[in-house]
């Protein structure tokens, strides 16, 4: 991942200098190689800078609206953090654990709960360049957790970001301040950007609450307060010696709770931060070796209070800080064995330590290890057909050791027009929490003597060793052209088995020794974790570009998927993808700097795991924009409206329900 994913050379340059292979798009992520994306071995969709722009969206979750099959809900969890579900293929809770996320060559895949932390990443839209999602397990090439897919965020070289920029932005329950400035000192150039956002989220109240009361008749309380400010900085060395280094702070406070909840809505204070450090060289034309080493610390202080209307004890406080701190050292090397094959192989390390006194009950932080080791051989068997055949083999320290092959063969049987044929592997380890889990609360009995004065209400324990999660896809995709018109066609079948799921289980009377003596245990109402789940997902996906002329462009996704499933242990498998989702972009260049897009996105009835089942649901979102200058400056000031016709719809749950129309207006400038 450090060479190609987080901008090596050669990909670099190929996205700077020409990001077009005469018309296909280079892709960097599904293999390790920059490769014609109609050479790649899996269906991907890029978001580039444009489209980001274009579509208005206000947080990073929302970009992935534009990619087909991929479900997204707003703020699905209230417990941890305030946290939207982005997720492919369903199959999902709030944390969507079954998909991996990069940024720049950096996993953001959170340890304790899994899946990704949105609102958290130290990361401004500004400053992504663009992002690849594969649409298919992709462990071969980055390991568990890279099960139903896989985004890769690619930010901008530090010497694309030359001078000053500025962007405010005011409106319905939002405002931000970002300022970016980028310079050189000989063969060194950098960019620092810092930003400053005020985030109201969702209304207090439901509009039409399915039931009038506290919990149903109010969303989760989600203000955010966000602190960012990210530092990159690239050294050229030498001729064929570059250096890179990025920091990264996202920092605030965060609003989270329920009214109906135990505890009372509240505030907690978030600090998140990351360093990288890569250096790449090229060792001759083809030839290149990278390292890559990062830190990342995922940090929270939490304070629980007891709300006596719903838990019926008072004045009861617990400790929720929770602390995260990865160390990950990976190298790769890329060449070519012959003229006709490229070859990328590599490994990585990675220690995770996580201290979670309510989560995992216990006073010291857990330690997890990682590594592993990878290969891709792409082989260019005729000029009209291509072979990738890859695998990774991974060892941790919950589940051991797997292999996860990958086999894919592109025809291109006429100019323009190209058949991919796949099949793969690929795990899911077990998270933190869902392999150490021991979450509980002491609260007294109110017994009198010789009784027990305490007990602990153990609402969720990991009673037993559980096993990857395991997915066999095959697939066979389309890529076509004609004149104006490019067609992404992906037919698919997943096979998903000993998934991960919750079943009740007093572990009170299960396993002993759970609480010291003179403390009683209650554990009537406890979740465990099992594999006992397994699903058919099977499905059809279509992505269309379509240039309607010089200034217009059309945009298209369509995702039909359905599930087969036994739903075992009540596990709504069947029901957690959405049966139909569209998605539309429309955007025109009028003239005179004056500029419009218009995005559509419909989602299908959905019955997350966790949630309650939403019915389907339409969204339309507008902009429109004016280029023009101040003095030497360029500027633009744009007129964003998010849910034009302020549909009460709800995503994920009855407490979810989406902000009715919600606008803000945007200034930027560049000198």
């Known amino acids: ?322 602390i995260a701190q990865r160390y990950d050292l990976e190298a790769q090397h890329t060449f070519s064995p012959s003229a006709a094959t490229r070859l990328v192989w590599g490994g990585s390390a990675r220690l995770d330590r996580v201290y979670s006194p309510l989560y995992l009950n216990r006073q010291q932080a857990v330690a997890s290890h990682l590594s592993r080791l990878f290969a891709n051989l792409e082989w260019r068997v005729e000029p009209r057909l291509t072979l990738n055949v890859g695998g990774m083999a991974e060892n941790n320290d919950f589940t051991g050791t797997d292999v996860m092959p990958r086999a894919a063969l592109n025809w291109h049987f006429l100019p323009g027009q190209t058949l991919r044929v796949g099949r793969s592997s690929a795990t899911r380890t077990p998270s933190l929490l869902e392999s150490k889990a021991d979450y509980r609360f002491r609260v007294p009995t109110g017994f009198p003597a010789p009784l027990p004065a305490q007990a602990d209400l153990i609402y969720r324990y990991a009673a037993a060793t559980l096993k990857p999660e395991r997915i066999v896809s095959s697939e066979i995709g389309y890529l076509g052209e004609f004149s104006s018109v490019k067609a992404d066609l992906r037919l698919f079948r997943d096979e998903v088995s000993d998934m991960i799921g919750f079943y009740r289980n007093n572990v009170c009377n299960t396993v002993g020794g759970l609480t010291p003596a003179g403390v009683l245990c209650l554990g009537g109402n406890n979740f465990s974790m099992r594999n006992s789940g397994n699903a058919v997902i099977k499905g059809f996906e279509a992505q269309f570009d379509w240039r309607l002329g010089p200034d217009t462009r059309l945009l298209y996704g369509f995702s039909h998927a359905k599930v087969s499933s036994n739903d075992e242990d009540g596990t709504p498998y069947t029901a957690s993808v959405p049966t139909n989702s569209q998605n539309l972009m429309v955007t025109h260049r009028f003239g005179s700097g004056w500029s419009g897009s218009l995005m559509g996105y419909q989602v299908g009835e959905t019955k997350a795991i966790g949630g309650s089942l939403v019915n389907s649901y339409r969204r339309w979102d507008g902009r429109v924009a004016k280029q023009f200058k101040i003095g030497r400056s360029n500027a633009e000031a744009a007129l964003i409206v998010q849910n034009l016709s302020n549909e009460r719809s709800w995503e994920y749950d009855f407490d979810n329900q989406l902000p009715g129309r919600a606008a803000w207006a945007n200034l930027r400038l560049e000198y």
Not at 18 to 25: H, K, Q, R, S, T
Not at 48 to 64: H, N, P, T, Y
Not at 150 to 159: D, E, G, Q, Y
Not at 303 to 310: H, Y
Request: hydrophobic fraction near 35%.
């Open 1 to 322: 991942m450090a060479g190609l994913c987080a901008g090596a050379a050669d990909g670099q340059e190929l996205l700077a200098e020409n990001a077009y292979l005469g018309e296909v798009p280079v892709v960097l992520t599904v293999s390790r190689l920059a490769q014609p994306q109609d050479e790649a071995p899996a269906a991907v969709t890029v978001i580039d800078r444009q489209m980001i722009k274009d579509s208005g969206a206000w947080e990073l979750a929302d970009v992935f609206r534009l990619v087909p099959g991929m479900y997204v809900a707003y703020h699905a969890s209230s417990a941890y953090t305030t946290n939207s579900a982005v997720s492919y293929h369903g199959l999902s809770d709030a944390y969507s654990r079954r998909m991996q996320v990069l940024v720049d060559g950096r996993s953001v895949y959170s340890p304790l709960f899994g899946g990704v932390l949105w609102s958290d990443i130290p990361l401004a839209l500004d400053d992504i360049e663009r992002i690849e999602v594969i649409r298919g397990p992709n462990s071969a090439m980055y390991g568990a957790n890279s099960f139903l897919g896989i985004i890769n965020i690619i930010t901008r070289h530090s010497t694309e970001e030359q001078g000053t920029f500025l962007s405010v932005s005011k409106g319905t329950g939002r405002s931000e301040g970002v300022a970016r400035h980028g310079g050189r000192i000989g063969d060194l150039s950098y960019r620092v950007t810092a930003s400053l956002r005020n985030d109201d989220g969702l209304d207090e109240r439901v509009v039409n609450p399915i039931q009038n009361n506290n919990t149903w008749g109010y969303n989760k309380t989600d203000d955010k307060k966000i602190r960012l400010l990210t530092f990159r900085a690239d050294y050229r060395a030498s001729p064929v010696d570059e250096v890179e280094f990025q920091f990264g702070y996202n920092g605030g406070d965060r609003q989270e709770g329920l009214v109906s909840d135990a505890f009372y809505p509240r505030w907690k204070s978030v600090d998140n931060h990351f360093e990288l450090l890569r250096w790449r060289s090229q060792l001759g034309v083809g030839n290149e070796l990278s390292l890559q080493f990062y830190h990342s610390y995922e940090g929270s202080k939490d304070t629980l209070l007891s709300n006596p209307a719903e838990s019926g004890y008072a004045g009861l406080t617990y400790n929720a800080d929770m």
